[in-house]
């Protein structure tokens, strides 16, 4: 069952999430830029992330592209009130090109297909496991990513959920 929450009130306890407990976050300066129930947008700033190239760290790419499918999953469970923990079980990085601004992750929605499939096995099991992918691109200062470009970062991961223990 879906709540009646809109996205961004959802998306607030995201912000929240990280704020109380992952400290990395806020090392990092990440933040929810936006989130419309379809697509979640992360962002943070290049200079808490900087390299020696002057570049975004890919460390901290590879953590906002995680956090960018985990945020996902966490808000598709918030709209649907469903207590569980998850995790990435598996991540792949493919990096293109340089990112020399402002870090910004995307990841659009699996289908309802594939969430109606996860949580129906989740239900079943008690756990479930799901495919995700998000993209860095380098034109970080532009609200709408032109089709035609192209990520300077690729990312896919595995993320399960489970039976919380609470």
Not at 96 to 120: K, M, Q, W, Y
Request: charged residues 25%; aromatic residues 10%.
């Amino acid at each position: 069952m879906t709540t009646a929450l809109s996205p961004e009130q959802i998306s607030e306890k995201l912000k929240k999430f990280f704020i109380d407990h992952l400290p990395i976050t806020q090392f990092m300066g990440l933040d929810v830029e936006s989130y419309d129930g379809d697509t979640l947008i992360l962002t943070a700033p290049l200079e808490p992330n900087i390299n020696d190239k002057q570049t975004a760290f890919g460390g901290s790419l590879y953590n906002t592209a995680v956090m960018a499918c985990w945020g996902m999953i966490y808000l598709k469970t918030q709209e649907r009130n469903i207590a569980c923990n998850q995790v990435v079980t598996e991540g792949s990085m493919k990096y293109i090109a340089p990112v020399d601004g402002r870090i910004r992750a995307i990841c659009h929605a699996p289908s309802e297909e594939e969430l109606t499939s996860l949580f129906d096995h989740f239900e079943r099991k008690g756990k479930a496991r799901i495919s995700l992918e998000a993209a860095i691109y380098n034109d970080t200062f532009v609200k709408k990513i032109d089709p035609k470009s192209k990520p300077a970062v690729k990312f896919s991961g595995q993320y399960v959920i489970l039976k919380s223990e609470k």
